[in-house]
């Protein structure tokens, strides 16, 4: 298995919207009501919201490849671009998915650690992120890979109000 992980540029825009679109269906939709769920994912994932977050320069989207094939992708925002906690100190990782054909290969675990790397080589001192109180899978994730909860805070799915874990993982910055 070849894996490769490349930064998002502005040509990529229609395959990130597809792929953000496709992998948070796939997470979400069995616990959301479609009306919901087409409210938030055309929210999210309009081509004017993406346009404008693959330009700004403290966010950065990374697609990952495994035998040439676009199987996941990474967002993760700096200072102000930080939906919640926007410290200096930190790097969010507001976005971590994977094609739903390819779990159970650990590539949650090589985009997470290209998080943490990128953190590590702009000198942070922590990661933060925010799930679903609801998403099992994912908390598991990230608690093996050292996140704790810190807070949490309302997050709508259309007209759902429902809660997300804040959680960090403290780094060793030499």
Known sequence: ???????????????LREISYKTYNETFKAWNTPSNMEDYLEKAFNMSKMRDELLNASSKF???????????YLKLNEGLAQTDIKDSESIEV????????FHGKALGSVLMNK???????K????LWLGVWENNDKAMKFYKR??????GKHSFFMGDDEQI?????????VN
């Open 1 to 15: 298995m070849k894996l490769a992980i490349r930064e998002c540029m502005i040509d990529d825009l229609v395959i």
């Open 62 to 72: 990374y697609f990952l490849y495994v035998d040439e094939k676009l199987t996941g």
């Open 94 to 101: 507001e976005r971590i998915y994977v094609l739903k054909e």
């Open 115 to 121: 998080a943490i790397e990128i953190a590590k080589e």
């Open 123 to 126: 000198k942070k001192k922590y």
């Open 145 to 150: 890979n050292g996140f704790y909860i810190i």
């Open 164 to 172: 997300d874990l804040i959680m960090r993982k403290d780094l060793e």
